[in-house]
């Protein structure tokens, strides 16, 4: 897939570029598939943020990313794949343009990811775009760190590994997400890694990494 591996989504118009070179085509003119799996994982999230993510809700956090105006916009729910048949979602899957991931737990996105086959699925998918926000980008990364485990079930840190990296999102957003306490979190991890703020996304195509921001970040290793 095209990843556009963001923290906070398309939040300037450097982010928007990239994306839309990724898409090829203006993103009114594509169908995406919105996936908030990982939000049910994690204890800040719930039904009324689902709806926000789902609905395009006009609040900051989600006119960045469902509430792009794209052509039509869909929910892919990973929970629920298993217990319909491959025949099923696999088609809704193939006919999007984009996926949007949203953030919560990155563990429990990753098990839902492997239970339901998407994780088997996406070699198969060259030309779709993967987009996430937070864990839905800390998702496709080797390690996401104890530090943003939030869900209790999760047996370690480990994500599904597609791209070498990881990723400490929402820098300096938070009082907890400092550049030293990414700088801790790095020291740990045990890949190279980048810490990346609300402004900066990275691409990754055919395993070619660029940043692309109008804020901050900073790499380690």
């Known amino acids: ?116 086959g998407l994780a088997d699925l996406l070699p198969s998918l060259p030309d779709t775009v993967w987009v996430g926000v937070s864990a839905g980008s800390m998702v496709m990364t080797p390690r996401i760190g104890a530090y943003f485990v939030e869900w209790p079930s999760a047996p370690d840190d480990r994500t599904l590994g597609v791209v070498d990296f990881s990723i400490f999102p929402h820098l300096n957003l938070f009082p907890t997400n400092t550049p030293a306490d990414a700088e801790r979190w790095a020291a740990d991890i045990g890949v190279p890694a980048y810490a990346i703020d609300e402004q900066t996304a990275i691409k990754v195509v055919d395993g070619s990494v660029e940043v692309v921001s109008e804020g901050q970040w900073t790499k380690f290793g």
């Open 1 to 116: 897939m095209k990843l556009l591996l963001t923290s906070g989504g398309v939040t300037n118009p450097s982010i928007h570029a990239a994306l839309v070179q990724l898409l090829g085509k203006p993103v009114s003119e594509c169908r995406a598939l919105c996936v908030p799996t990982a939000q049910w994982g994690h204890p800040m999230c719930g039904p009324e943020s689902v709806r926000g993510f789902v609905a395009a809700d006009p609040a900051p956090d989600w006119q960045y990313l469902s509430g792009l105006g794209w052509a039509s916009l869909g929910v892919l729910e990973l929970t629920a794949l298993p217990s319909i048949g491959r025949e099923r979602w696999v088609p809704w899957v193939r006919e999007a343009d984009v996926l949007l991931v949203d953030g919560g737990d990155a563990t429990y996105l990753c098990h839902w990811m492997r239970e339901s």
